[in-house]
């Protein structure tokens, strides 16, 4: 082993102790649908069975009272987990093993990289191990289910690759591969799309003449490829004013971000610093050619200029900070660190121990769990099956449980429908705004009138519901009682 890889192995064991046990635990999704808060899991799995049963772009009526499946979300990862669920059979099972691949794509994307910067085993685990195991992911992916980011930031890596390769060499055929990676990306999450565009601006600078032409080219491919999705997903977009939603405001916001903007802030300013240790031990400008359009976009994040910019304000922190990471680490284990200072060297020691210490904490003590199905859960699971028509799940009171991850249960397991569902994004922003707002107002003034007249215009006829709300609707609104378990509720609109 050589002596500069000796500062990663306190962060490797680390790591790697905390992937399996998140990998362990998330293992419960095998056997439990997972219901409980920080869960964005349940939706996606959902997408799986609605696109077995109505097919691309198919109408869904189990839903909203009925939508457009991919209509303003990519079908990319959805594809990807079916091709499991019907070789295997189980949804669930189907949805943890394609999990696993893709951590196993994603480290082999890291091995050809590093073989390509010719980097060593350990510095190749440790690279692995800060993008994809990194606290952050840990908790996006294996307890709240971002598995499209998953996915994407997988693609994203073999996109790296494709042009480090073509970085100091000339153009070939195998360029097509960055067409159908890019394809690929645009499929998955919109996003890691944007900034993998971004990204391939670099090597279209560094490249003269024609090659700059054939990378132009296989691009615009990969753009085409994907149209079949883009051009639906546009009108869609337009129809639903989906980027009306505020994700521009999120890097402004650091009230209610504050932790996801500090990290995003430390992450780039940390791009720069090391690309400048990385620039000065290589001294070749093509490199600053070929990463300045990664070295401009965490200039403009560190400015929050980059959310007055269009498109690009549109991503959220999540994608950003992966985004960033993934080149802070790159960078970092670039190094020649035989000729750093040592004062330099000592201080990205003890940055990668604290770093590692204090991100296993933080999963260990504040990232939620896969857990077990509670008894709450249990009563509502109870009452499903005596749903007739379409229903609603609503509560006046916090919950320690997940309402919308009920609809895409009683939707797999009961095929019942909603005139709600997991999500503003699928429907008609004013659907959701009239809805959710009608039943807000009841909950606030206690009206029946107006809450049954909206419920009734939005072909409602069960209402799923708890405790005082249970005692309210039944006594105020004398909505009758289908059932009961527990302190959960079924109730019947007539």
């Not at 050589?2 to 998330?26: E, H, M, T």
């Not at 085993?121 to 598995?147: D, H, T, W, Y």
Request: with cysteine; net charge neutral; aromatic share 18%.
């Amino acid at each position: 082993m050589r002596n500069s890889d000796k500062i990663f192995i306190i962060p490797i064991i680390l790591l790697v102790g905390n992937f399996i046990y998140r990998l362990i635990n998330f293992a419960k999704i095998i056997t439990i649908f997972p219901l409980d808060k920080v869960n964005d899991i349940s939706s996606y799995i959902t997408l799986v069975y609605f696109f077995k049963e109505y097919g691309f772009l198919g109408f869904v009526p189990d839903w909203y009272n009925g939508f457009i499946l991919f209509n303003t979300y990519p079908p990319g990862w959805v594809v990807y987990d079916y091709l499991f669920y019907i070789t295997i059979g189980n949804l669930l099972l189907a949805t943890f093993i394609s999990t696993l691949c893709l951590y196993l794509l994603g480290f082999i994307g890291i091995w050809l990289i590093g073989k390509e910067i010719k980097i060593s085993k350990i510095k190749i685990i440790a690279f692995f191990l800060f993008v994809f195991a990194n606290p952050m992911l840990i908790g996006a992916v294996l307890k709240q289910g971002r598995l499209p980011s998953l996915m994407a930031l997988v693609l994203f890596v073999y996109l790296v690759y494709i042009c480090l390769y073509f970085k100091d060499q000339e153009i070939n055929w195998r360029i097509i591969f960055l067409s159908l990676i890019y394809a690929a990306i645009i499929l998955t999450h919109q996003p890691e799309a944007i900034l993998g565009g971004i990204f391939i601006l670099g090597l279209i600078f560094l490249k003269k003449n024609k090659e700059r032409i054939y990378v132009i080219g296989a691009t615009t491919l990969g753009v085409i490829l994907s149209l079949f999705w883009v051009i639906p997903f546009i009108h869609y977009v337009r129809a639903y004013h989906f980027l009306d939603l505020g994700f521009s405001n999120w890097i402004l916001d650091f009230e209610g971000y504050f932790w996801n903007n500090l990290i995003g802030i430390i992450i780039s300013l940390g791009v720069l610093v090391f690309f400048l240790i990385y620039y000065k031990q290589r001294n070749k400008t093509q490199d600053l050619i070929f990463f300045s359009p990664v070295l401009i976009l965490a200039l403009l994040y560190l400015s929050r200029l980059i959310s007055f910019i269009p498109l690009i304000k549109n991503i959220y922190i999540d994608p950003y900070n992966d985004f960033f990471l993934f080149f802070l680490t790159l960078f970092l284990v670039s190094l020649d660190y035989k000729n750093i200072n040592k004062k330099i060297k000592g201080g990205i020691i003890i940055g990668l121990i604290i770093f590692s210490i204090l991100g296993v904490l933080y999963n260990l003590t504040q990232t939620p769990y896969m857990e077990d199905r509670t008894d709450l859960e249990q009563n509502f699971l109870n009452l499903i099956p005596q749903i007739e028509g379409k229903y609603i799940f609503m509560f006046s009171e916090p919950l320690d449980t997940y309402s919308s991850a009920y609809y895409g249960y009683s939707t797999i397991y009961y095929d019942k429908y909603t005139v709600s569902g997991w999500g503003i994004i699928y429907k008609e922003y004013e659907y959701t705004l009239e809805l959710e707002g009608n039943i807000t107002q009841y909950f606030k003034e206690r009206d029946c009138d107006p809450l049954l007249s909206t419920l009734k215009d939005f072909n409602t006829t069960e209402i799923l519901t708890y405790g005082i709300d249970c005692e309210a609707l039944t006594n105020d609104c004398k909505l009758p009682v289908v059932n009961t378990s527990g302190d959960a509720c079924l109730l019947k609109i007539e």
